[in-house]
């Protein structure tokens, strides 16, 4: 079995959560009871990806972070209270989600990497297992978590073959023929040699999704698994407040 780690950005400025300037992955969207219910404490936003890693047995989490989040990091510390080795990785330009994801080449290029938003929530929790299974059964070198939705247009739709093999993805198409969106990922050492070397030169704000269709046009083996009964949520957008 891969050992696999896990990889958080949270480097954004999260300007479509304004006026609301605090760092939207410490919203507390549900409570938790703790010892038998004798009081009970909030769980906050980026918490959810760290459950779900943790059912997938991920101890080991890198979280990218800028200078003016440092909340994030006074919150979660080292992660031992939530049984894991939380480690930080900097990234101050606020470039896009691919430039903050590279934050973790150095350091994860050799290594089996799960990534999530750490401002969303999905189902199952328990997601990334069925990407590893997927992984390990088809040798493959990214694997995507696909949920259904009913607004397409503001995620990243993701074309499949019936046995799962990515044809391709789109970034908040204007029109799709797909009712989906990718929400979460596992990728080799493989895709990491990929990935950077086809982000090499930035554009300012590009979409990882840009990566993954690429991906998934060249020789790399991209697959995904379609959560039919699943769900995902961004919570990071401040019209979306309401479904935490």
Same mark, same amino acid.
């Given at each position: 079995m891969?050992k696999l780690?896990?990889l958080?950005?949270?480097?954004?400025?999260?300007?479509?959560?304004? /006026?609301f300037? $605090?760092?939207?992955e410490?919203? /507390?969207?549900?409570?938790?009871?703790?010892?038998?219910?004798?009081?009970?404490? /909030?769980k906050?936003l980026?918490e =959810?990806?760290?459950?779900?890693f943790?059912?997938?047995?991920?101890?080991?989490?890198?979280? %990218?972070?800028?200078?003016?989040?440092?909340?994030?990091?006074r919150?979660?510390? &080292?992660?031992?209270?939530f049984?894991?080795?939380?480690?930080y990785? $900097?990234?101050?330009?606020?470039?896009?989600?691919? &430039?903050?994801?590279?934050?973790?080449?150095?350091?994860?290029?050799?290594? $089996?990497? #799960?990534?999530?938003?750490? &401002?969303?929530?999905?189902?199952?929790?328990?997601?990334?297992?069925?990407?590893?299974?997927?992984?390990?059964?088809?040798?493959? +070198?990214?694997?995507?978590?696909?949920?259904?939705t009913n607004?397409?247009?503001?995620?990243? /739709?993701v074309?499949?073959?019936? +046995?799962?093999? %990515?044809i391709?993805?789109?970034e908040?198409?204007?029109s799709?023929?797909?009712?989906n969106?990718?929400?979460?990922?596992?990728?080799?050492?493989?895709?990491?040699?990929?990935?950077?070397?086809?982000?090499?030169?930035?554009? =300012?704000?590009?979409?990882?999704t840009?990566?993954?269709?690429?991906?998934?046009?060249? &020789?790399?083996r %991209? $697959? #995904?698994?379609?959560?039919e009964?699943?769900?995902?949520?961004d %919570?990071?957008?401040i019209?979306?407040?309401?479904?935490?």
């Amino acid at each position: 079995m891969k050992k696999l780690y896990g990889l958080l950005p949270a480097a954004g400025h999260g300007m479509r959560m304004r /006026p609301f300037r $605090y760092p939207k992955e410490l919203l /507390p969207v549900y409570y938790e009871s703790v010892n038998q219910d004798e009081y009970v404490r /909030p769980k906050l936003l980026i918490e =959810h990806s760290l459950k779900a890693f943790s059912l997938t047995g991920i101890q080991d989490i890198y979280v %990218v972070v800028p200078e003016w989040k440092p909340e994030i990091m006074r919150y979660l510390e &080292d992660g031992k209270q939530f049984n894991h080795h939380i480690a930080y990785l $900097y990234n101050g330009k606020a470039a896009g989600l691919a &430039d903050a994801l590279l934050s973790g080449y150095s350091w994860l290029k050799d290594k $089996y990497t #799960c990534f999530a938003m750490p &401002d969303t929530l999905f189902s199952p929790a328990n997601g990334f297992e069925s990407l590893q299974q997927m992984m390990d059964e088809k040798n493959a +070198d990214l694997v995507l978590g696909v949920f259904p939705t009913n607004e397409p247009q503001h995620f990243a /739709p993701v074309e499949f073959t019936s +046995d799962q093999r %990515v044809i391709g993805t789109e970034e908040k198409p204007a029109s799709t023929a797909f009712n989906n969106t990718w929400g979460i990922a596992l990728w080799s050492p493989a895709f990491w040699e990929f990935f950077k070397n086809e982000n090499e030169d930035l554009e =300012h704000g590009i979409s990882v999704t840009q990566t993954f269709d690429k991906a998934a046009k060249s &020789d790399l083996r %991209v $697959y #995904c698994v379609y959560f039919e009964h699943g769900w995902y949520k961004d %919570v990071g957008r401040i019209d979306n407040i309401t479904i935490a």
